[in-house]
């Protein structure tokens, strides 16, 4: 992650120096002001853009792993972390205990384990994957409905999910 020095007109190569563990970015966000969710890896870090202090999730908790490669992360209304894993499902990270939950095609109806892309939208997670749409609902806890080419989807391989400003999901 760099970041623009202003004084000199170059960029900073912030995490090399602040953070082992995070030494290159797959997805970044900032779902709270000041903080910056910064992936890489299976590795997870988030910077207080005002300190520049990083604090990082443990690997693993109550024995589920966070294994293979983070293609995307969003954070929903109770501040839960959502991770989409690029051949292993999506892991749910409870922002209250640091609890992880397991979602996968074994244990939820999920169309396929590998996981590229999420849209939160009213309780309903969007769920770009390998094989389709799924939407999953987080008060259910269960996938309730999902979209393939046979549905209108142009190709089942979904590498991103859009919401514009209408509202409209892309």
Same mark, same amino acid.
């Given at each position: 992650?760099?970041?623009?020095?202003?004084?000199?007109?170059?960029?900073?190569?912030?995490?090399?120096?602040?953070?082992?563990?995070?030494?290159?970015?797959?997805?970044?966000?900032?779902? +709270?002001?000041?903080?910056?969710?910064?992936?890489?890896? %299976?590795?997870?870090?988030?910077?207080?853009?005002?300190?520049?202090?990083?604090?990082?999730? %443990?690997?693993?908790?109550?024995?589920?792993?966070?294994?293979?490669?983070?293609?995307?992360?969003?954070?929903?209304?109770?501040?839960?972390?959502?991770?989409?894993?690029?051949?292993?499902?999506?892991?749910?990270?409870?922002?209250?205990?640091?609890?992880?939950?397991?979602?996968?095609?074994?244990?939820?109806?999920?169309?396929?384990?590998?996981?590229?892309?999420?849209? +939160?939208?009213?309780?309903?997670?969007?769920?770009?994957?390998?094989?389709?749409?799924?939407?999953?609902?987080?008060? +259910?806890?269960?996938?309730?409905?999902?979209?393939?080419?046979?549905?209108?989807?142009?190709?089942?391989?979904?590498?991103?999910?859009? +919401?514009?400003?209408?509202?409209?999901?892309?």
């Amino acid at each position: 992650v760099y970041e623009e020095c202003t004084n000199d007109g170059r960029f900073y190569h912030f995490m090399k120096e602040n953070c082992k563990r995070l030494n290159y970015c797959q997805c970044m966000a900032e779902f +709270e002001s000041g903080f910056l969710t910064i992936t890489g890896g %299976p590795n997870i870090g988030i910077l207080n853009l005002n300190s520049g202090s990083i604090n990082s999730f %443990p690997l693993s908790s109550n024995n589920i792993s966070i294994s293979g490669r983070i293609r995307d992360i969003v954070q929903d209304q109770n501040r839960n972390y959502w991770i989409a894993l690029s051949n292993n499902g999506i892991i749910k990270i409870d922002y209250t205990n640091l609890n992880y939950t397991k979602i996968d095609a074994g244990n939820s109806g999920l169309s396929d384990n590998k996981v590229y892309s999420f849209l +939160e939208k009213d309780d309903i997670l969007w769920i770009g994957t390998n094989t389709g749409i799924n939407l999953y609902s987080m008060t +259910e806890k269960k996938i309730i409905k999902q979209y393939f080419v046979e549905d209108g989807l142009a190709n089942n391989i979904v590498y991103s999910i859009y +919401e514009d400003a209408k509202g409209k999901i892309w």
